[in-house]
């Protein structure tokens, strides 16, 4: 079970923290996910961390605003959201990677808690 939380209403420019609580034995051995899905919109790729958090990757629109992160004794997964726009608006979802490393794919994760709101205003 991942449980996100963490979502709310921020203005163009602002941050927000989310953080993803995974109820699941040996969290520490899988690679992590964070998606997002706007109204009307598949679900897209936004980060990804391994197991070690020694590599991540992220969708281009995230690049430089973005960080995922993690803490393997608390069983959580984080995602830092700098410089929010208008359209980082949707709900976002962490997840497991089931598939190969570097796939933005939503078929190759798995285990999908129930997401957070992100709001960004102009």
């Known amino acids: 079970q991942l449980q996100a939380c963490g979502g709310g209403l921020v203005q163009d420019g602002g941050s927000l923290r989310l953080s993803c609580a995974a109820s699941?034995?040996?969290?520490?051995?899988?690679?992590m996910a964070w998606f997002r899905q706007a109204p009307g919109r598949e679900r897209d790729f936004v980060a990804a961390?391994?197991?070690?958090?020694?590599?991540?990757y992220y969708a281009d629109s995230v690049k430089g605003r973005f960080t995922v992160s993690r803490v393997n004794a608390k069983n959580t997964v984080y995602l830092q959201m700098n410089s929010l726009k208008p359209e980082d608006t949707a709900v976002y979802y962490c997840?497991?990677?089931?598939?190969?490393?570097?796939?933005?794919?939503?078929?190759?994760?798995?285990?999908w808690g129930q997401g957070t709101q992100v709001t960004v205003s102009s």
């Open positions: 997840a497991v990677l089931v598939g190969n490393w570097g796939t933005t794919n939503p078929g190759d994760f798995g285990s």
């Open positions: 699941v034995r040996s969290f520490s051995n899988y690679h």
């Open positions: 961390i391994t197991w070690s958090a020694t590599r991540t």
